[in-house]
């Protein structure tokens, strides 16, 4: 039996349990879904993860009781960290206070504090934990996902018995692995491929790249085009990480730039033959899949209230009473796109329209507490090696998703964001306080 | 003063065990009700006679979903519907008045209207389904009473568009 190196020390009983129910959560949050349920999939998700929160705080609770408050206190968000998190949980309420519908911001209330709340668990949680555990954890969600992101994809096998007959249920719309839609599917895996590729990249591992070529793949075949954009943007913020001397790692981010960019183009090239037409026509309905709409009508938004916003969860509230509006200014698209949209597709404007502009500031404050961790230098097997590396990709994978897609809107990659995040942030703090 | 804390620690987790079942169980079961009453109640609006069978059905399908209706705008079109097909236009309009409080969807103001219509509320019957039909001009052929007054309506605003797009060229 290998002997248990002489400083690793036994964590308390309470720490366990709390690494315990934040792994459990990230494991059963991308995987559970209710077969029988009239939203069989982001209703259950969001649930779940709120129940997963409520377990934190009661984990949070148990190690301030058994180990002491001091104990918990010295583990919780500081400086920096905290002041963001405790921001968001008080602009929140404050944009809420003044909502234009409070009736439909509180849900939005409760689901902040649940990501919160799974933050600050994974957070302390993380701190006893290394790079492999914590990315084992993100694949037993990730690999399932990807894997039948795959069979779906390809017409292997699908678990859900859509419509065979219907000719409107492209490949894409199949896709929808155990998330329920391939939007989705991207938005979830992005975060993953992106950390996976990177400690593939600094352990030169077989094993690890094979975890990484299967969420990748997986990325891939939900041909979600935000999401793979967002993997090609953390491909080329990992290439300004690498140092100079490191040539086989520069061969291999180039190689994962290359496979992004493929499958951009594979997935974007029926858009690309229709978008000259469209520019030459100015036709911008079809040049945005029609998303020119919940976009123009985002900015309405928040330009109507620019610094408190319309409040949170109100954009799809509002969305019919301002489309009427837009329709008076463009009265040529009035039989345009008329679905009546419930997220901007954009959630750089979502918040901005539901939050005001010291919302979003909020929202790029946390990008750039991650991004800022990254460092350049030799990659080392490390947590610090880790953070170093994985946290400007991270952050602008997820800044580039959300220009084209709504990820802050979905408990799983929420979740999965969080998750990562919490890791960069401990880790980098931890290096700062050694 | 150990077993303190560990009775302590118990009741913390006794109280987030019973949260977890208001905050996550109940909604789950709501969730999973919702799909069965909406596939009852389509099977309802495709029965032909056997007025009391539907009404009897239908009166069970509304006492099931009002207790999960509470933000859901899906559940309350549900009850609303189930409510017309027991001649509760009255009810029927009260359930989507209270759905638009959380979701302007075009088809919440169609129903609305047209359960107003039944209820013989003829003035916001016509206001709210020129509303729907605004935003989606097929909704008028879903319109029995009323259907020359809201078509015209829409015709109204849609010349007013054409006219707007010829000034802006």
């Given at each position: 039996?290998?002997?248990?190196?002489?400083?690793?020390?036994?964590?308390?009983?309470?720490?366990?349990?709390?690494?315990?129910?934040?792994?459990?959560?990230?494991?059963?949050?991308?995987?559970?879904?209710?077969?029988?349920?009239?939203?069989?999939?982001?209703?259950?998700?969001?649930?779940?993860?709120?129940?997963?929160?409520?377990?934190?705080?009661?984990?949070?609770?148990?190690?301030?009781?058994?180990?002491?408050?001091?104990?918990?206190?010295?583990?919780?968000?500081?400086?920096?960290?905290?002041?963001?998190?405790?921001?968001?949980?008080?602009?929140?309420?404050?944009?809420?206070?003044?909502?234009?519908?409070?009736?439909?911001?509180?849900?939005?209330?409760?689901?902040?504090?649940?990501?919160?709340?799974?933050?600050?668990?994974?957070?302390?949680?993380?701190?006893?934990?290394?790079?492999?555990?914590?990315?084992?954890?993100?694949?037993?969600?990730?690999?399932?996902?990807?894997?039948?992101?795959?069979?779906?994809?390809?017409?292997?096998?699908?678990?859900?018995?859509?419509?065979?007959?219907?000719?409107?249920?492209?490949?894409?719309?199949?896709?929808?692995?155990?998330?329920?839609?391939?939007?989705?599917?991207?938005?979830?895996?992005?975060?993953?491929?992106?950390?996976?590729?990177?400690?593939?990249?600094?352990?030169?591992?077989?094993?690890?790249?094979?975890?990484?070529?299967?969420?990748?793949?997986?990325?891939?075949?939900?041909?979600?085009?935000?999401?793979?954009?967002?993997?090609?943007?953390?491909?080329?913020?990992?290439?300004?990480?690498?140092?100079?001397?490191?040539?086989?790692?520069?061969?291999?981010?180039?190689?994962?730039?290359?496979?992004?960019?493929?499958?951009?183009?594979?997935?974007?090239?029926?858009?690309?033959?229709?978008?000259?037409v469209a520019i030459h026509e100015a036709d911008y309905p079809t040049l945005t899949?029609q998303r020119i709409f919940p976009i123009a009508i985002?900015w309405d938004m928040?330009t109507q209230?620019?610094?408190?916003?319309?409040?949170?969860?109100?954009?799809?509230?509002?969305?019919l009473e301002y489309r009427m509006r837009f329709n008076e200014r463009h009265p040529q698209w009035i039989f345009a796109g008329n679905?009546?949209?419930?997220?901007?597709?954009?959630?750089?404007?979502?918040?901005?329209?539901?939050?005001?502009?010291?919302?979003?500031?909020?929202?790029?404050?946390?990008?750039?507490?991650?991004?800022?961790?990254?460092?350049?230098?030799?990659?080392?097997?490390?947590?610090?090696?880790?953070?170093?590396?994985?946290?400007?990709?991270?952050?602008?994978?997820?800044?580039?998703?959300?220009?084209?897609?709504?990820?802050?809107?979905?408990?799983?990659?929420?979740?999965?964001?969080?998750?990562?995040?919490?890791?960069?942030?401990?880790?980098?703090?931890?290096?700062?306080?050694? | 003063?150990?077993?303190?804390?560990?009775?302590?620690?118990?009741?913390?987790?006794?109280?987030?065990?019973?949260?977890?079942?208001?905050?996550?169980?109940?909604?789950?079961?709501?969730?999973?009700?919702?799909?069965?009453?909406?596939?009852?109640?389509?099977?309802?609006?495709?029965?032909?006679?056997?007025?009391?069978?539907?009404?009897?059905?239908?009166?069970?399908?509304?006492?099931?979903?009002?207790?999960?209706?509470?933000?859901?705008?899906?559940?309350?079109?549900?009850?609303?519907?189930?409510?017309?097909?027991?001649?509760?236009?009255?009810?029927?309009?009260?359930?989507?008045?209270?759905?638009?409080?959380?979701?302007?969807?075009?088809?919440?103001?169609?129903?609305?209207?047209?359960?107003?219509?039944?209820?013989?509320?003829?003035?916001?019957?016509?206001?709210?389904?020129?509303?729907?039909?605004l935003y989606?001009p097929?909704?008028?052929?879903?319109?029995?009473?009323?259907?020359?007054?809201?078509?015209?309506n829409v015709w109204n605003y849609q010349l007013r568009m054409e006219e707007l797009k010829r000034t802006r060229r």
């Amino acid at each position: 039996m290998k002997p248990r190196p002489a400083n690793r020390l036994r964590r308390p009983f309470s720490r366990q349990l709390l690494w315990w129910v934040v792994a459990a959560s990230a494991i059963a949050v991308p995987l559970f879904y209710s077969p029988a349920g009239h939203d069989g999939f982001r209703l259950p998700k969001e649930l779940l993860l709120r129940a997963s929160a409520i377990a934190i705080l009661a984990a949070l609770a148990t190690m301030a009781i058994l180990d002491g408050p001091r104990a918990l206190l010295a583990r919780l968000p500081r400086g920096k960290v905290a002041w963001v998190a405790g921001g968001i949980a008080a602009w929140t309420l404050i944009t809420t206070a003044f909502s234009t519908n409070r009736l439909v911001s509180w849900p939005a209330v409760i689901y902040t504090a649940t990501l919160l709340a799974f933050f600050v668990g994974a957070y302390v949680a993380i701190g006893d934990r290394g790079a492999k555990p914590l990315l084992v954890v993100a694949l037993c969600g990730a690999i399932p996902n990807a894997l039948l992101a795959i069979l779906q994809r390809t017409a292997i096998w699908n678990p859900f018995h859509l419509d065979p007959g219907n000719a409107l249920l492209t490949a894409h719309l199949r896709t929808t692995a155990l998330l329920g839609n391939a939007n989705d599917v991207g938005s979830y895996l992005l975060p993953v491929a992106v950390a996976t590729a990177i400690w593939a990249l600094v352990t030169r591992r077989a094993g690890w790249w094979a975890a990484a070529g299967v969420v990748v793949a997986g990325l891939m075949a939900s041909e979600a085009l935000s999401a793979i954009g967002g993997f090609f943007a953390g491909c080329i913020a990992v290439m300004l990480l690498i140092p100079r001397r490191g040539k086989t790692l520069r061969w291999t981010a180039i190689a994962l730039l290359v496979i992004a960019a493929a499958g951009i183009v594979t997935v974007g090239r029926q858009r690309f033959a229709t978008i000259g037409v469209a520019i030459h026509e100015a036709d911008y309905p079809t040049l945005t899949s029609q998303r020119i709409f919940p976009i123009a009508i985002a900015w309405d938004m928040f330009t109507q209230r620019p610094l408190t916003g319309q409040g949170p969860g109100t954009f799809k509230y509002h969305y019919l009473e301002y489309r009427m509006r837009f329709n008076e200014r463009h009265p040529q698209w009035i039989f345009a796109g008329n679905e009546n949209y419930a997220q901007a597709h954009c959630d750089h404007l979502q918040l901005l329209a539901e939050e005001g502009i010291l919302g979003y500031a909020l929202f790029a404050a946390a990008l750039w507490l991650i991004a800022r961790c990254a460092r350049k230098g030799p990659q080392e097997e490390t947590r610090g090696g880790f953070a170093r590396v994985a946290a400007l990709p991270l952050a602008t994978s997820f800044a580039v998703l959300a220009l084209g897609a709504f990820p802050l809107e979905l408990a799983a990659p929420s979740q999965t964001m969080l998750y990562f995040a919490a890791a960069i942030l401990r880790w980098s703090d931890d290096d700062e306080g050694a | 003063m150990k077993a303190l804390r560990w009775i302590g620690a118990a009741a913390v987790w006794a109280v987030a065990i019973a949260a977890i079942i208001p905050a996550t169980v109940e909604p789950l079961r709501c969730n999973d009700l919702e799909a069965v009453v909406e596939q009852r109640t389509l099977a309802l609006n495709r029965i032909v006679g056997q007025q009391l069978r539907v009404a009897d059905q239908a009166r069970r399908n509304i006492d099931q979903v009002r207790p999960c209706m509470t933000g859901h705008v899906n559940r309350y079109m549900l009850a609303a519907s189930n409510a017309r097909m027991v001649n509760d236009n009255a009810t029927a309009a009260a359930l989507y008045r209270e759905a638009l409080r959380y979701d302007n969807r075009p088809e919440v103001y169609l129903n609305l209207g047209l359960a107003e219509s039944a209820n013989g509320e003829d003035a916001a019957a016509v206001q709210h389904l020129t509303t729907a039909c605004l935003y989606d001009p097929e909704m008028v052929n879903e319109i029995e009473k009323h259907h020359q007054e809201v078509q015209q309506n829409v015709w109204n605003y849609q010349l007013r568009m054409e006219e707007l797009k010829r000034t802006r060229r």
